[in-house]
Structure formats: structure tokens, C-alpha cells
């Protein structure tokens, strides 16, 4: 069955750390998605990227976080220095472009104290 | 821009209750429409999608009709279970040019008690 990985599933780090999420999308995908979930917010999307091109990021901050396609099979996010605000849990997603159907990861729950 | 608006939860029905949860949306063009579902501790997943007007999208029971004059998806079940415990994201993705996201509602969260 192919799914949308990511890694890690958990993370508790402290204020200032830096934090790296990854994903690894379904092959043959090629667009892929970052969302960050939290109560507050609900889904909010963060990046994406098509043919590992970044088509948007503005909703991301762009002082502290960076994302990033290397190549097709992965796929980062990441924060640099973390502030407590950030704690969410993290979606990758990925999908083929005109479908508008995404297939999610389990997401990376970051808590940053 | 595109924008979701689905009707504020939590919902609390009993098993085997009739389900509703609105939906209505605002789009330039022909946008498709989805339905998302979210159990505890994974991330979303298609339930169900319709591209075109008058479309309805089925599954697991769970249905949904592309409404262009009201400019609603509205979710239906006609007997919920237990099971169907969880959060669901009305969604829509544009028809224009470069339209690869999706535009999610808040999500409404669905308690079924037995």
C-alpha cells in the first residue's frame, strides 16, 4: 500500500533548538504539501511544492522556517530556532497535480517547551 | 479568494442517528469538491469528491451532492456507527490556472455514542 511517510512521529525539544520534519511522498506524486494543525488554527498550509518546484510558501514565517524539496522521494521542513508557538502537529501531503485529492502522513507532533 | 465554511461542532449523536454537516463554499470557476476525514491520531483522508455540478459522491455511506445554485456540499449518513467518530474538512480545489491546492473549511468534529 503506498502511503505518504513521515518522520519523526513525535518530537519534544526545547525553545531555540532547531527541529527538521520529513517526509517521504507516495512516488509518482508531484506536488507536495506541508500543513501545520493545531486547535487554535485548524489546518493551515504552510508550503508546497510542484516537480519539487516551491509553487507558495507565504504561509510559512519565513525568518524561522524553511522548507525544502532535494529530491523527489523527500521532502523537509524545517525550524530554526523553535519558539513554543510552533507546537502542532505537522502534515506532509502529496498528490498529482489537477486530481485535488491529497494523501496524507500521519503528521509530526512537535512540542516545543 | 476561495473560501469553506462548514458548520461549527462538536456534534453528539447517538448510533444509528441521522447525520448532516453543512457545507457551503465560495469559488471563482468550477471548483471540485471533497470531503475529508480525520481519525483520532492519523492524518486526513478522502471520503468522498464530486467534480461537477449535481455530482454526488458516495461512500461508505457517507454522500454528498455538488449544489452550484446554493454553492453547497452538504454531508450526509443516514445511520451513523460508533466508528464514525471523527473530524470532517469540507474542501475545495480551484479550477483556474495553477489551482494544485486544496481550501479547507475548520472541520467538525463527530461524536457517535452507543
Known amino acids: 500500500d503506498a502511503r505518504v511517510t513521515q518522520t519523526p512521529r513525535h518530537k519534544v525539544t526545547e525553545m531555540g533548538q532547531e527541529v527538521t520534519m520529513r517526509c517521504q511522498p507516495i512516488?509518482?506524486?508531484?506536488?507536495v504539501f506541508w500543513y501545520r494543525q493545531t486547535m487554535m488554527q485548524g489546518l493551515e498550509l504552510l508550503a508546497y511544492?510542484?516537480?519539487?518546484?516551491?509553487?507558495?510558501d507565504s504561509g510559512m514565517p519565513k525568518d524561522r522556517f524553511s522548507a525544502e524539496m532535494p529530491d523527489a522521494t523527500l521532502a523537509t521542513l524545517k525550524i530554526q530556532p523553535s519558539e513554543p508557538r510552533d507546537s502542532a502537529v505537522y502534515f506532509c501531503?502529496?498528490?498529482?497535480?489537477?486530481?485535488?485529492?491529497?494523501?496524507f502522513g500521519e503528521g509530526s507532533r512537535l512540542t516545543v517547551l | 479568494g476561495d473560501s469553506v465554511t462548514q458548520m461549527e461542532g462538536p456534534v453528539t449523536l447517538s448510533e444509528e442517528a441521522f447525520l448532516t454537516i453543512n457545507c457551503t463554499y465560495t469559488?471563482?470557476?468550477?471548483?471540485?469538491l471533497f470531503w475529508y476525514v480525520q481519525y483520532p491520531g492519523e492524518g486526513l483522508q478522502l471520503l468522498l469528491k464530486?467534480?461537477?455540478?449535481?455530482d454526488k459522491g458516495s461512500n461508505k455511506g457517507f454522500e454528498a451532492t455538488y449544489r452550484k445554485e446554493t454553492t453547497s456540499f452538504h454531508l450526509e449518513k443516514g445511520s451513523v456507527q460508533v466508528s464514525d467518530s471523527a473530524v470532517y474538512f469540507c474542501?475545495?480545489?480551484?479550477?483556474?490556472?495553477?489551482?494544485?491546492?486544496?481550501?479547507f473549511g475548520k472541520g467538525t468534529k463527530l461524536s457517535v455514542i452507543p
Open positions: 469559488a471563482t470557476g468550477y471548483p471540485s
Open positions: 511544492f510542484r516537480n519539487r518546484a516551491p509553487l507558495d
Open positions: 464530486a467534480t461537477k455540478a449535481d
Open positions: 501531503a502529496s498528490g498529482e497535480s489537477g486530481t485535488g485529492e491529497l494523501f
Open positions: 512516488l509518482g506524486h508531484n506536488t
Open positions: 474542501a475545495l480545489s480551484g479550477s483556474g490556472a495553477g489551482s494544485y491546492q486544496l481550501t
